[in-house]
């Protein structure tokens, strides 16, 4: 039984942080509750997020794709606009969050605010190169995801409120691919990773590699992305980019921290990590590997 004395509705984004400082007592802010109801923290009263007018999907007139932070995981997975964006990988990631209960009250913001090393929508945000919008009762200020998880169940917002997510419009046009390694789709992811390439002229200009479930938060494997950046697909032959690809693969692997736990033991994640990495590159970038190399390359 979670025993709080008040529940509040916010009108808009500043009015939910004065309320939240305002008190009395500690408070919480509320969007889809699947988590919180969960887990129930020790608060005094509840800021529900659901009416502050922070749920919807719009192109903007840069072609950036904003996601409001209330935004649902049903409708980040059924929005066409997610879906015509990098070959809608965030869709299928979102399709594929918990069950549909909880897909249709479980919010975007919460998935991420919630901290958790194994947010399933972490790793392909940082993919496609996310910007965070947070918002104070008078300022606002925006960040790139990669800065916003400090550690477990900690992030840069402290009393503050995430009211959305951009994509680049650049990100539109990359090849993406995601996998989450776990025993169903309800279950903690065991390893994550996302991979999204722009290929322009047969050069790989952009890679992105990002891990979930791996190290206390989600993160880049920025080592790994350069080991691909400026490799002429034109010009070099596909054996020396099946090499590069396992290189970064297994520089990717050397980057996560995984831990030992009952789920999985940290030397097996890691080398799921190199596995998964090394499929998802070769899937984007139309490569495979032979045969005798199979599954060690
Ligand atoms: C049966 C079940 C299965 C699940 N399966 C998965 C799964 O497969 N993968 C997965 O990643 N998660 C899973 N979850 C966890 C959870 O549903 C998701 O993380 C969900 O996206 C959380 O969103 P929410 O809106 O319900 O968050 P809430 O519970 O409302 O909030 C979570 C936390 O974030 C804070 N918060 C929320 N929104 C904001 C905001 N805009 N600004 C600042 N702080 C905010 C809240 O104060 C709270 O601390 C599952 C949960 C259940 C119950």
């Not at 399709?95 to 929508?121: E, F, K, Q, W, Y």
């Not at 200009?205 to 206390?216: D, E, K, S, W």
Request: charged letters at 25%.
């Amino acid at each position: 039984m979670w025993e709080i004395s008040d529940y509040r509705f916010a009108e808009t984004p500043p009015d939910a942080v004065r309320m939240l400082r305002e008190g009395p007592g500690r408070g919480v802010y509320l969007a889809g509750g699947t988590d919180l109801l969960l887990y129930p923290p020790h608060c005094d009263f509840v800021v529900d997020i659901s009416r502050c007018g922070i749920d919807s999907i719009a192109r903007t007139p840069d072609g950036d794709l904003f996601i409001g932070a209330a935004t649902t995981l049903q409708n980040v997975a059924s929005n066409p606009l997610v879906a015509d964006f990098a070959g809608g990988q965030l869709s299928r990631v979102a399709a594929h969050c918990g069950n549909r209960p909880v897909r249709t009250t479980a919010t975007i913001g919460g998935n991420l605010c919630n901290a958790l090393p194994s947010a399933d929508l972490a790793p392909i945000l940082l993919a496609l190169d996310a910007t965070c919008f947070i918002t104070d009762e008078d300022s606002q200020e925006s960040l790139p995801l990669g800065e916003f998880f400090l550690a477990p169940r900690k992030t840069v917002l402290e009393d503050r409120l995430l009211v959305g997510l951009a994509l680049p419009a650049e990100s539109a046009e990359r090849r993406c691919a995601s996998w989450k390694l776990t025993r169903s789709a309800e279950d903690i992811a065991l390893v994550q990773v996302a991979v999204s390439v722009l290929i322009t002229e047969g050069v790989i200009r952009t890679v992105r590699i990002a891990l979930g479930a791996v190290a206390p938060v989600p993160l880049r494997s920025r080592l790994a992305e350069e080991a691909l950046v400026d490799f002429d697909m034109k010009v070099e032959k596909p054996e020396t980019l099946l090499r590069l690809i396992a290189d970064a693969a297994a520089i990717a692997a050397g980057e996560a921290e995984p831990i030992d736990d009952h789920r999985a033991g940290a030397e097996y994640r890691r080398d799921m990590v190199r596995v998964m990495t090394g499929r998802l590159l070769r899937r984007v970038l139309g490569v495979e590997a032979s045969a005798s190399e199979g599954e060690n390359s």
